[in-house]
T-cell receptor, first 115, second 114 residues
Framework: DQQVKQNSPSLSVQEGRISILNCDYT??????FLWYKKYPAEGPTFLIS?????DKNEDGRFTVFLNKSAKHLSLHIVPSQPGDSAVYFC??????????????FGKGTLLTVNP | NAGVTQTPKFQVLKTGQSMTLQCAQD?????MSWYRQDPGMGLRLIHY???????DQGEVPNGYNVSRSTTEDFPLRLLSAAPSQTSVYFC?????????????FGAGTRLSVL
């Protein structure tokens, strides 16, 4: 049973436009969420995170929105740049019981930003 | 800045062979983990460690052993490789700062079992 779902395997946007990547989760114990970016032949790199006590977190061009009632989060990239082309993974964990190092990942979304 | 270093980068094994995937971090992080990434499956947790001498199983531990004798190193052992273990393996390390536990990943080991 997949607890973190990224239902769009791929997304293509034009340079300068907004990219919106979506993620849904089913485990109500998850209270901390992260986005990782992965280029081919490299390990995932941390992008941005959000705690369940917040509904929005911004870092430069990247904003993550969390809707706890819908168990949904999204990553907005504005403006999108060709260098943003990568696979984006949504991950979730729970801070309770000292287990917040155990990440559950979605399957990833391949973002392609066209010049 | 070495961060998390994984060796080897590539490996081909025959069914039944054993090998150890190495992982070392130089950030003095408490937590270390091993994940595997398969096509269409995302990353799945194999084993993890919360400190030297302490390890536990993740989501897909069968066929793998780990140990953590030092803070820096967290090797993953395949005792008898099977074709189902063909995958890309990622090691990660992290530390806890408040409610944040951000994992830093190595570049991966691509393993093929024939």
């Amino acid at each position: 049973d997949q607890q973190v779902k990224q239902n769009s395997p791929s997304l293509s946007v034009q340079e300068g436009r907004i990219s919106i990547l979506n993620c849904d989760y089913t485990n109500s114990m998850f209270d901390y969420f992260l986005w990782y970016k992965k280029y081919p032949a490299e390990g995932p790199t941390f992008l941005i995170s959000i705690s369940s006590i917040k509904d929005k977190n911004e870092d430069g061009r990247f904003t993550v929105f969390l809707n706890k009632s819908a168990k949904h989060l999204s990553l907005h990239i504005v403006p999108s740049q060709p260098g943003d082309s990568a696979v984006y993974f949504c991950a979730a964990t729970t801070n309770s019981g000292g287990s917040n190092y155990k990440l559950t990942f979605g399957k990833g979304t391949l973002l392609t930003v066209n010049p | 800045n070495a961060g998390v270093t994984q060796t080897p980068k590539f490996q081909v094994l025959k069914t039944g062979q054993s090998m150890t995937l190495q992982c070392a971090q130089d950030m003095n992080h408490e937590y270390m983990s091993w994940y595997r990434q398969d096509p269409g499956m995302g990353l799945r947790l194999i084993h993890y460690s919360v400190g030297a001498g302490i390890t536990d199983q993740g989501e897909v531990p069968n066929g793998y052993n780990v140990s953590r004798s030092t803070t820096e190193d967290f090797p993953l052992r395949l005792l008898s490789a099977a074709p189902s273990q063909t995958s890309v393996y990622f090691c990660a390390s992290s530390y806890l700062a408040g409610d944040k536990n951000i994992q830093y990943f190595g570049a991966g080991t691509r393993l093929s079992v024939l």
